[in-house]
């Protein structure tokens, strides 16, 4: 399989701390038909990027990553936004149906669309399927080039969910200063997840601000009072 060749073995999910015991109670990582065939609004999801990856025909995906510290979680941090890293043994990845992007399916400029040719399609590139307007690897043989040209460049590689993920028990849950941290422990216990939680030093400035926390801390406590609870429209693109 593509990851083993790579040794690859931890694929990464990031997201608001205030997401945690939505994710938690779930045990997936949803995509976005399912997150509102299960009640969410649209105010759930990224303003700055959920209606590019819909236009751009990736509406169905669960996205993940194989970089373990990119640039948008620095930025979400240095902005005092509490954030935790998702880290998913790439087994339980590989069960899945999954395509491998090596651009930025909501920041790419170059797009399929209007007559215009797009990316041209390779091995190391991808190819088109369907409406999307972004070239994917989809077979074993496109992500195994795609991978060996391009993983040791440092290019943020997404890995592309074909519908939903179930988080195993090894999930991990990676927090950022002492106090994500026993947020994070508090949720996972009182929700009875096996998953650990565990600090790591952020790849670069994290001034955790009072009022961010604040409202994150009280979209936790009301989230775990009520599992039917979808939210206050909290979402760190609009803070």
């Known amino acids: 399989m593509p990851f083993s060749r790579f040794d690859i073995s931890v694929i990464h ?12 109670r779930s045990g997936m990582l949803l995509s976005k038909p399912s997150l509102a065939k299960a009640g969410f609004g649209s105010d759930h999801l990224r303003s700055m990027s959920s209606r590019s990856d819909i236009r751009r025909g990736f509406g169905d995906c669960a996205f993940m990553t194989l970089d373990p510290r990119p ?34 399916v909501a920041m790419t ?15 190391t590139n991808g190819r088109y399927y369907g409406d999307r307007e972004i070239p994917i690897a989809r077979t074993d043989a496109d992500k195994i080039a795609l991978l060996g040209k391009h993983l040791s460049k440092g290019t943020m590689i997404e890995v592309l969910i ?73 979402e760190f693109d609009r803070v």
């Open 109 to 123: 400029r170059m797009l399929r669309r209007d007559g215009l040719p797009g990316r041209p399609e390779s091995p």
């Open 71 to 104: 640039r948008i979680l620095g930025g979400k941090l240095n902005a005092g936004f509490p954030h935790i890293a998702i880290e998913v043994p790439s087994s339980a990845v590989a069960r899945t149906e999954f395509s491998l992007s090596r651009f930025n």
């Open 13 to 24: 999910h990031y997201a608001p701390l205030h997401y945690l015991p939505l994710i938690a």
């Open 162 to 234: 074909h519908g939903d993920l179930l988080l195993p028990d090894d999930t991990s849950i990676i927090c950022f200063c002492e106090e994500d941290l026993q947020i994070a422990q508090r949720v996972l216990a009182e929700l009875a997840v096996p998953w650990a939680a565990t600090r790591q030093q952020p790849i670069g400035p994290y001034k955790r601000r009072a009022d961010y926390a604040a409202a994150v801390e009280d979209f936790i406590a009301q989230s775990l009072a009520d599992p039917g609870w979808r939210g206050n429209g909290l």
